[in-house]
């Protein structure tokens, strides 16, 4: 045996997947999404990256990391009336019942108006069969949400049936 060499090997490290909860890892890619958008804008070369300039940019970038961790994600379109007819993504993680909206602040949008846009939200999910939570993640990058933690400590809402999580990032 080579010096240095123990005969007791280390078990081999198990996937985050593996070891993880679900909503926890979503979590987890949430609180690092502004990290890795930032990233994204820091690319040499002049080379063209993604700017996440609206909710559809925020959408499309949080598909991609969930597709890191999760092999069956659905995507559920829908129209809701805040939206001026425009449909929203909604992402299914069929095995966790599991459904992940995203929402980015910008000028004019309020508390309340996210609020409010959650409870309609809420009340779609909640009628849908396959859906124990809701979790939202709403990024707000320039900081417009005065109380974050207050925002998602009044959001969030545990039933028997039916959960609304709530994580605003960065904070």
């Known amino acids: 045996m ?7 090997q280390e078990p081999a490290p198990q996937s985050p997947q593996a070891e993880s909860d679900p ?3 979503v979590k987890t890619l949430c609180g690092r999404f502004h990290s890795v ?6 690319r040499g070369e002049y080379r063209a990256t993604l700017n996440v300039e609206d909710e559809f940019d925020a959408q499309d970038l949080l598909h991609a990391l ?13 129209t809701p009336s805040y939206s001026s007819g425009a449909p929203r ?4 993680l069929n095995d966790s019942r599991m ?10 949008l309020t508390a309340n108006d996210l609020t409010d846009q959650l409870r309609i939200d809420a009340e779609q999910y909640r009628s849908h ?12 990058p320039e900081g417009r949400i005065g109380n974050p933690r207050g925002l998602e400590s ?11 999580d709530v994580l605003v990032a960065p904070k």
């Open 89 to 92: 993504t909604t992402f299914l």
């Open 154 to 164: 009044n959001l969030t809402n545990v039933s028997d049936s039916f959960v609304i």
């Open 23 to 25: 909503v926890e890892l």
């Open 129 to 140: 069969d396959r859906c124990a939570l809701l979790l939202c993640f709403i990024y707000d």
């Open 66 to 78: 969930l597709r890191v961790q999760f092999d069956d994600i659905g995507t559920d379109e829908w």
């Open 37 to 42: 958008a930032r990233q994204l804008r820091l």
């Open 99 to 108: 459904a992940v909206i995203v929402k980015k602040t910008r000028p004019g």
């Open 2 to 8: 080579p010096i240095g060499s123990s005969s007791h």
